[in-house]
């Protein structure tokens, strides 16, 4: 899953990139996860993308605070503890993103989630996001893993590259 300016994901199951019917496999960035995210560039309201990624989340502090910050200094505020506002806004991107990979964890069921991107290089989604989905899973308890990926943040940029080789 990609968590950063936008917000995608693929699924791959026995070594195998699944694309499905029309092409969108493991695309969680356009389904509906809050109201609150207003009006999607899709057509749709409240995608996960516009409540999770990066723009995302610095556009609801910018409304919680007046004042515009980039992403990574609201994850500092929130860290040093002198910033309600970023803290709220941590909480939200960790609260929603339970409730959006929750919907992905029901349908396919995955070993791992490989978070990626910007946004998944903030550590509150590997303790506090991934501790919230059982909250929303069918199960009782969450055992699917959250990792970051090997290849650091250019794992993304070398997977398209390589899919452009099939």
């Not at 791959?12 to 019917?21: E, F, M, T, W």
């Not at 309600?84 to 409730?99: G, H, V, W, Y």
Request: glycine letters at 16%; aromatic letters at 6%; hydrophobic letters at 35%.
């Amino acid at each position: 899953m990609i968590l950063g300016t936008g917000v995608g994901g693929g699924v791959v199951v026995d070594g195998k990139l699944i694309h499905g019917r029309h092409g969108i496999g493991g695309e969680w960035g356009h389904i509906f996860l809050d109201a609150s995210g207003g009006p999607c560039y899709c057509g749709q309201i409240g995608c996960v993308e516009q409540v999770i990624s990066g723009p995302a989340l610095q556009r609801y502090y910018h409304q919680l605070t007046g004042t515009k910050r980039p992403l990574p200094e609201i994850v500092e505020r929130h860290r040093d503890g002198i910033d309600p506002e970023a803290t709220q806004t941590i909480f939200r991107l960790t609260s929603q993103f339970a409730r959006g990979i929750a919907t992905v964890i029901n349908i396919i069921d995955p070993d791992v989630v490989v978070l990626g991107g910007g946004v998944g290089n903030i550590d509150d989604l590997y303790t506090d996001g991934a501790q919230a989905v059982s909250k929303w899973i069918f199960n009782d308890k969450c055992e699917t893993h959250f990792v970051r990926p090997v290849l650091g943040d250019s794992a993304g940029v070398i997977g398209a590259a390589l899919l452009t080789e099939s």
